[in-house]
């Protein structure tokens, strides 16, 4: 069973960085699928960045591309989104999930999120 657990979330000022990490207690995290979801107040959830089981391939939203980068360490079963250039719409609650369908974006698992902030 997978279960994530996000941390690294916080509240910075605009054109600072954060990193967020999402730990995979499950023992299938290396064949997973990997994304990063947010969702601002009033809003719905949307897609951050994705990739997949060996890191090959990662897909970002027009919003984030050039700012943002998404990686994973399967050894350590973590996936990590790196921003930077935050800006104050960035503010949202971050979610990791493991993706069952790369074509549909169907979800697996979702994690518990967490907050990231951002002040102009």
């Known amino acids: 069973q997978v279960q994530l657990v996000e941390s690294g979330g916080g509240s910075v000022q605009a054109g600072g960085s954060l990193r967020l990490s999402c730990a995979d207690s499950?023992?299938?995290?290396?064949?997973?699928?990997m994304g990063w979801y947010r969702q601002a107040p009033g809003k719905q959830r949307e897609l951050v960045a994705r990739?997949?089981?060996?890191?090959?391939?990662?897909n970002y939203a027009d919003s984030v591309k050039g700012r943002f980068t998404i990686s994973r360490d399967n050894a350590k079963n973590t996936v990590y989104l790196q921003m930077n250039s935050l800006k104050p719409e960035d503010t949202a609650v971050y979610y990791c999930?493991?993706?069952?369908?790369?074509?549909?974006?169907?979800?697996?698992?979702w994690g518990q999120g967490t907050q990231v902030t951002v002040s102009s």
């Open positions: 999930a493991s993706i069952k369908s790369w074509l549909t974006g169907s979800i697996g698992s």
């Open positions: 499950g023992s299938t995290f290396s064949i997973n699928n």
């Open positions: 990739i997949t089981s060996n890191g090959g391939i990662t």
